[in-house]
C-alpha cells in the first residue's frame, strides 16, 4: 500500500460547483498534514496546513480524520482559477514529508 | 535569494553521459527533498536528506542515480550514463526542523536526454 494514496482525477467541474478531494495515508503516526496546489509546469506551493479541528479559508475547507486515515479538501463556489493539480502532503515525523500524486482539477465555464 | 534555488533550470544532454543539478535550500533548512516529476505525472520520491546524512534513499531509481549534501546545505543530484528515461524535472524542497512544517520547492532543473 502506498503511503499517501490520491485519486489523480481528473476532476471536470463546472464553475461555481462544490468539489471535493479525499486522501487516505497508511501511517497512524504522521503528525501533520498539508495540501499543496501545482500549477501546470510550475513548482508545488503551500495551499493550507490541515489541523485536527479542521480549517478553513476563504472557499477551502480542509479536514482531518485520524481514526479513518484520510484527510480531505473542500472547494466551495469553483473558479476558472482553481484549475491545478492538488497534493496532499503528509509529515510522518523525523521530517520526513511524504507526497502524493495529486488530483488534477479541472474547472470548466 | 530567500527561496530555494535550483541550476541549471534547464539542461539538454546526450544519453551515455553524466549531469549533476545543483539545490540551495533555504538557509537554516535542515531537511532537503529530491522529488523527479515525469510529464503529466505526480511527484516521485528521490531522496531526503536530513542535515547531510541520507536517511531515506529509497527513491532512487537505480545505482546511476546518487546525491550529496555538504555543509547542511547545498545538495547535488548526479545521474550518470544518462538514459532517455531519466527527461523530466529534477525538484528540490527544503523544511525547516520540526514536525508542523511546510515544504518550500525550487523551480526545478528541466532534464531533456536526446
Known amino acids: 500500500r502506498k503511503e499517501v494514496e490520491q485519486d489523480p482525477g481528473p476532476f471536470n467541474v463546472p464553475e461555481g460547483a462544490t468539489v471535493a478531494f479525499n486522501c487516505t495515508y497508511s501511517?497512524?503516526?504522521?503528525?501533520?498534514f498539508f495540501w499543496y496546489r501545482q500549477d501546470c509546469r510550475k513548482e508545488p506551493k503551500l495551499l493550507m496546513s490541515?489541523?485536527?479541528s479542521g480549517n478553513e479559508d476563504g472557499r477551502f475547507t480542509a479536514q482531518l480524520n485520524r481514526a479513518s486515515q484520510y484527510i480531505s479538501l473542500l472547494i466551495r463556489d469553483s473558479k476558472l482559477s482553481d484549475s491545478a493539480t492538488y497534493l496532499c502532503?503528509?509529515?510522518?515525523?523525523?521530517?520526513?514529508?511524504?507526497f502524493g500524486i495529486g488530483t488534477k482539477l479541472q474547472v470548466i465555464p | 535569494g530567500a527561496g530555494v534555488s535550483q541550476s541549471p533550470s534547464n539542461k539538454v544532454t546526450e544519453k551515455g553521459k553524466d549531469v549533476e543539478l545543483r539545490c540551495d535550500p533555504i538557509?537554516?533548512?535542515?531537511?532537503l527533498y529530491w522529488y523527479r516529476q515525469r510529464l503529466g505525472q505526480g511527484l516521485e520520491f528521490l531522496i531526503y536528506?536530513?542535515?547531510?546524512?541520507?536517511?531515506?534513499k529509497s527513491g532512487l531509481p537505480s545505482d546511476r542515480f546518487s546525491a550529496e549534501r555538504t555543509g547542511e546545505s547545498v545538495s547535488t543530484l548526479t545521474i550518470q550514463r544518462t538514459q532517455q528515461e531519466d527527461s523530466a524535472v529534477y525538484l528540490c524542497?527544503?523544511?525547516?526542523?520540526?514536525?508542523?512544517?511546510?515544504?518550500?520547492f525550487g523551480q526545478g532543473t528541466r532534464l531533456t536526454v536526446v
Open positions: 501511517n497512524s503516526a504522521s503528525q501533520s
Open positions: 524542497a527544503s523544511t525547516l526542523q520540526g514536525m508542523n512544517t511546510e515544504a518550500f
Open positions: 536528506f536530513q542535515g547531510n546524512s541520507a536517511p531515506d
Open positions: 502532503v503528509v509529515n510522518e515525523g523525523y521530517q520526513k514529508v511524504t
Open positions: 490541515v489541523y485536527s
Open positions: 538557509s537554516g533548512h535542515t531537511a
